[in-house]
């Protein structure tokens, strides 16, 4: 590597340990200000100018966040319009730095293998803090969801979103490249697989199984190594049926879905996977339907412009306490949509830009060089963001505004 290289490196690694850890969040945004300062300088402004006419998204991206500043400056609560802005500064400050960046592909498999080893080691360190509890408080759900990510301080959701992400590079390096520690790697993503599923994220599972089987059928068809692939599937299917009976809290999960039903009015428990699932629970399931509807008549009330994105909370829990949503107000529940939040705050325009700049053309520019890894952790974060608001969370804009002007760095054909 180059000296530039080296600097740059440093600054990632740093960015990636800070980011996993919530404790690190001080050092996190001192270190990725550091890193957006000295990716900002490796470019002229000339080198700038050309990837702003050759990187279709990057204009659109910025163009978004304008639009977001101006729903802040017409928003009545400029103080939670400000909160909501900062939290979505990565959209604009990483486009405006990493965005430039014009990376070999030795750099960034470097970079993106060593993201993934930084996620195994937080991993671990999870499931040995949640043995420890095990031990201390003799109680086994601190080995599933929310409570297995303690350690880091973070909603599993969010741990499972950067597990898969981990778990389709390491799959990479492994059937792709040749590398050393080859077996160091699978000894990873088993781990990973297994990890997934102690995390019981509904969404990022399925994307899991989903993912995996297409990679079989994939790998059985284009390698013709037929009798490999089938036991790959094989050995996931017995690995699922083993796990689920060893381990049926997780099934529980996945029972909210058959309860879709809600009333508004209704005061019933949270539904948590070590409870029997019942139909007068809140569960994943029926509050999402709830609060989605919710958000959808809000924009059907503000099309155009949305309610502003200051106003966007105010308004949602004057529409929470129109219907008598007691468990939604009680919790300070968001709308738990990425996709519908900006439908509501910002505007059918808003949303289309945010569509154009964040899913369209970055999809569009990983398919069309062929760069097959990229394009399945974009369709990762597409996905996800059905089901979760990461814009409102630090971490999960700070994912987001970083990993899609990173991953677009290098544009030659290939996997990566």
């Known amino acids: 590597m180059t000296k530039s290289e080296k600097i740059l490196y440093t600054l990632l690694l740093l960015f990636f340990i800070t980011l996993c850890q919530s404790w690190f969040r001080s050092a996190n945004i001192v270190v990725a200000g550091a890193l957006i300062i000295y990716s900002f300088s490796l470019t002229t402004f000339k080198e700038k100018w050309l990837m702003l006419r050759t990187r279709r998204y990057v204009p ?3 163009l978004f966040f304008v639009y977001l500043l101006t729903s802040y400056f017409m928003s009545a609560n400029k103080e939670e319009g400000l909160r909501y802005l900062i939290l979505r500064s990565p959209l604009l400050v990483f486009p405006l730095s990493i965005g430039f960046l014009q990376l070999t592909k030795a750099f960034k498999e470097k970079v993106l293998l060593s993201f993934a080893a930084v996620i195994v080691i937080f991993c671990i360190g999870c499931l040995i803090y949640s043995i420890y509890q095990y031990f201390h408080l003799n109680r086994t759900d601190v080995f599933f969801n929310d409570y297995l990510t303690q350690a880091v301080r973070q909603q599993s959701v969010y741990v499972a979103l950067t597990t898969n992400f981990s778990l389709f590079i390491l799959a990479y390096f492994i059937f792709f490249r040749k590398v050393s520690y080859k077996a160091l790697m699978l000894a990873g993503l088993l781990f990973l697989f297994a990890f997934s599923f102690l995390l019981a994220s509904r969404v990022h599972l399925l994307i899991l199984l989903a993912t995996t089987t297409a990679f079989g059928f994939y790998y059985i068809l284009s390698k013709k190594k ?3 692939g089938f036991t790959l599937l094989l050995s996931l299917v017995m690995c699922g049926f083993l796990v689920t009976k060893m381990l049926p809290q997780t099934l529980n999960r996945f029972r909210e879905l058959t309860h879709r039903q809600f009333n508004y009015e209704s005061k019933g428990a949270e539904s948590h996977y070590a409870m029997k699932v019942t139909a007068d629970q809140w569960n994943g399931a029926n509050f999402r339907l709830a609060a ?3 958000g959808l008549e ?3 009330a ?5 309610v502003g994105l200051g106003d966007k909370y105010d308004a949602l829990e004057r529409k ?3 219907k008598n949503f007691y468990f939604a107000i009680e919790t300070g529940k968001n709308v ?4 519908i939040d900006i439908l509501y705050s910002l505007g059918l325009l808003g949303f289309l830009l945010f569509l154009i700049a964040w899913v369209i053309l970055p999809l569009y ?16 974060f597409f996905v996800a963001w059905i089901s979760e608001n990461y814009l409102d969370r630090t971490y999960g804009g700070m994912l987001v505004g970083f990993f899609i002007p990173f991953l677009l760095t290098d544009n030659k054909k290939g996997l990566l």
């Open 365 to 380: 520019s990983a398919l069309s060089d062929k760069n097959l890894l990229v394009a399945v952790i974009f369709c990762t």
């Open 302 to 306: 503000n099309p155009i412009q949305g």
């Open 226 to 228: 037929y009798l490999e």
């Open 298 to 300: 809000l924009f059907k």
């Open 292 to 294: 989605w509807n919710c």
């Open 336 to 339: 738990h949509s990425n996709y």
């Open 320 to 322: 929470y306490r129109e």
């Open 60 to 62: 659109f991206m910025l």
